[in-house]
């Protein structure tokens, strides 16, 4: 089944703008501006959204909940059933710390894994949902408590790393929503040679 809403996951509000836990925003909105498409307010969803018709007759939808992180499934959901979306065709996007910064990893299934945001979305759309995973681990120090890591910033050295691998992070996107999430695991759940 083909992808046709693609959801970014993070925190409304400047003080979030740079932190690890809008890294799905970061990476979405990079991606609608590399396809010229443009966010429009959806007050009746609690989200951006950006319509791409992408082929004759065929529309994605891309979506930046504005709820806050812990209730991303709300605005998702919502969506989904507005447009009758099952959560096969529904991939979402999220900074995940059990990854290595600057990889990604693509799944179907599977917990939360501590994730709030995904956690609200399991609640809204159910399982089955693809999950495209992108790297901000490991935590450091490791004593940090979880909510001040994934809420802090980048190092310097962390964003300069990262914006290097933005490119690479929107062609695994195209690559997804293209091929499928099976060529995408295949293909992407590779760890980069060291």
């Known amino acids: 089944m083909s992808i046709s809403l693609v959801a970014g ?19 979405l909105d990079a991606f609608v501006r ?8 959806a007050p009746q969803f609690e989200a951006a959204v950006a319509r791409w018709d992408y082929a004759p007759g065929r529309t994605r939808w891309l979506v930046k909940p504005l709820t806050f992180m812990n209730e991303s499934g709300q605005a998702v959901g919502a969506l989904a059933r507005f447009y009758k979306i099952a959560p096969e065709a529904i991939a979402a996007l999220y900074d995940d710390l059990t990854i290595d910064l600057g990889l990604v990893k693509v799944t179907v ?19 089955g949902f693809v999950r495209y995973r992108i790297g901000i ?12 890591f994934v809420l802090g910033k980048f190092t310097p050295e962390q964003h300069s790393h990262l914006t ?3 490119d690479t992070h929107m062609q ?12 995408a695991m295949n293909q992407l759940n590779r760890r980069d040679a060291k």
Do not use: F, I
Request: glycine letters at 16%; proline letters at 5%.
């Open 172 to 183: 695994g996107l195209d690559l997804l929503l293209t091929r499928g999430a099976e060529v």
């Open 164 to 166: 290097q691998k933005l």
């Open 109 to 127: 299934t599977g917990s939360a894994g501590g994730h709030n945001g995904v956690a609200s979305l399991l609640e809204h759309l159910g399982d």
């Open 137 to 148: 681990g490991p935590k450091q120090p490791p004593q940090m408590e979880l909510t001040d």
């Open 9 to 27: 996951l993070g925190n409304p509000g400047r003080e979030y703008e740079q932190t690890r836990h809008n890294l799905g925003w970061v990476v």
């Open 34 to 41: 590399k396809h010229g498409l443009a966010w429009k307010q």
